[in-house]
């Protein structure tokens, strides 16, 4: 309202009493209340694997899809890998290093392991883009560029910029769709969380194991 200009609804002397009913009426038919989110677990982690192809939109949501899943990170920590937070082990194995998040705000910094496939994923992801320092996942715009014979073809371009923690949503749902999961409504950016959490637990780890794994 202020961009556009115009008077403020909250500045109307009616306004309290407003929200309150348009609150009420949400309660009283359950629109307001809080739905839990849908986990993504390995099984549905690879059914959407599968229905990607070699584009660079692809590459990026798989590593991005396999790195979440494997180190249990929260969507903002997803959203700020650095290439120089990954260091590659012997074995085809890789480490993140997250330098902060919720539960860490004195920043000591934890590291979570990424399995081979899923640093096999990330590795064809960086090459493809050609990321070399930086941020791992970057948004990725579309340019029309005109041929001759009045054609014109759409050329995937990599950006500098890191994408926005909501985007991180965005693309686990796009592909739970594309997937025909049936949890796909309740896809959020903690589902990749949620959903390894219920893998080591049918697993048998403990919870502090378990709690130690993803950094609560």
Known sequence: HRAARLPEPTSHPEWRLRWKAVINELVEDGRNRRRPMKPLRQSAIEAMLAMMGTGLRDLRDAALLCLASDTMARREELARVRLDEITVNAGGSA??????????KEGRGMYRPISPASWA??????????????????AIRIRLVKKKGKTTERLAIV????IAPQQVARIFKRWAEAADLDQAYGIGGHSTRIGSTHDLVSRGY?????ANAGGW
């Open 121 to 138: 994923y990330l590795k064809r992801w960086l090459s493809a883009a050609k990321i070399q320092r930086g941020a791992v996942f970057r």
């Open 159 to 162: 950006g500098p910029r890191a």
């Open 95 to 104: 480490t993140l290093f997250i330098p902060r998040s919720k539960s860490d």
């Open 206 to 210: 403990s919870t502090a194991q378990i």
